[in-house]
Every structure is written in structure tokens, then in C-alpha cells.
């Protein structure tokens, strides 16, 4: 599995990542064996049906099993290598794929800025609501509640 950042437009980030042909297969073969375990198909022994029986009938529904996850784990790794903060859900556009070929896509991410980052760089202080009430001197217990207690709920009262 390779990805490259592509393209880097102010919020937009853009991947290319590369799923070898023989990484796939690998994880359809794996997958067809462990459906073959537990599969009964009459004419068949219970676990005894060939490869090629099990290809014909859920192959392309495995095959989108495998590449959905295989999707999913690239798309984490990649977000959480550059450690992104998401606005919106990634974008997966398909550039390539066939059988015996190597699976291409394009994952277009939004990510939120960091803005928070980029005030402390520039010398700001940030502080949590409860400490801020402390030192005005609206909290002068040692508790974090900016808020006061509430009253136990009551019973629900039943209609006659």
C-alpha cells in the first residue's frame, strides 16, 4: 500500500494511494478459505467446497468486503499519520481498478483549521470556563462546577 499527499488547498487535502494487485488477492483468498470453513452447499461436504464453487458466488461480494476495508484502513492511517482533525467525512473517488490489477484511488479530505494552535503561538491564553469563574470570584468552592447542583428527578406522577 503506497500513499502520496497529492494536493494541499488551504483546507483541502488530497491522497493517492496504490493497493497492490497481489495484496488483494492475497486477502480474497484468505477470506474465500475462512467462508469455505463454514459453508454448506448440497453436493458439498460441510467445509469441502472448492475454491473455484466459492469464487462464482460471492467473489465480487468479497472482493467489496476487501477493498471497503482495505479503504477504511488507509484512509485511518493517513489521517492519522498528518493527525487531521476531520470537518467533513472523506471523499473516495475510484481511478483505477480491474481483476489482476492494482486498486488506485483519490481520497479528498476537509480539515478543520487549528486555530487554537496558531492563538498560542501568538501569545494567547486559553483557560477552561471554571477557571475563569475562580478568578473572578464566582466559584469559591474548590469544586469544578460553574453551574449549581440540581434536584433529584422526581417520580413520574401516574394519571388517574
Excluded: H, W
Excluded at 498528518?82 to 481520497?107: M, W
Amino acid at each position: 500500500m503506497r500513499i502520496t499527499e497529492s494536493k494541499s488547498d488551504g483546507l483541502r487535502r488530497e491522497f493517492k494511494a496504490v493497493i497492490a494487485a497481489a495484496d488483494i488477492n492475497q486477502r480474497v483468498a484468505t477470506r474465500l478459505k475462512a467462508i469455505g470453513r463454514s459453508l454448506r452447499l448440497p453436493g458439498f461436504q460441510p467445509g469441502k467446497v472448492p475454491i473455484t464453487i466459492l469464487k462464482q458466488r460471492y467473489g465480487s461480494a468479497v472482493i467489496g468486503e476487501i477493498l471497503e476495508g482495505a479503504v477504511n484502513e488507509i484512509c485511518n492511517e493517513a489521517l492519522r499519520a498528518q493527525n487531521f482533525r476531520l470537518a467533513l467525512q472523506p471523499k473516495v473517488e475510484i481511478t483505477a481498478f480491474s481483476e489482476d490489477a492494482d486498486f488506485e484511488f483519490k481520497l479528498t479530505v476537509e480539515v478543520l483549521p487549528d486555530l487554537i494552535q496558531r492563538l498560542k503561538a501568538r501569545g494567547y491564553r486559553f483557560i477552561t470556563c471554571s477557571d475563569m469563574a475562580r478568578e473572578r470570584g464566582v466559584i469559591t468552592t474548590g469544586g469544578p462546577q460553574v453551574l449549581p447542583p440540581t434536584s433529584p428527578p422526581t417520580a413520574p406522577r401516574r394519571m388517574p
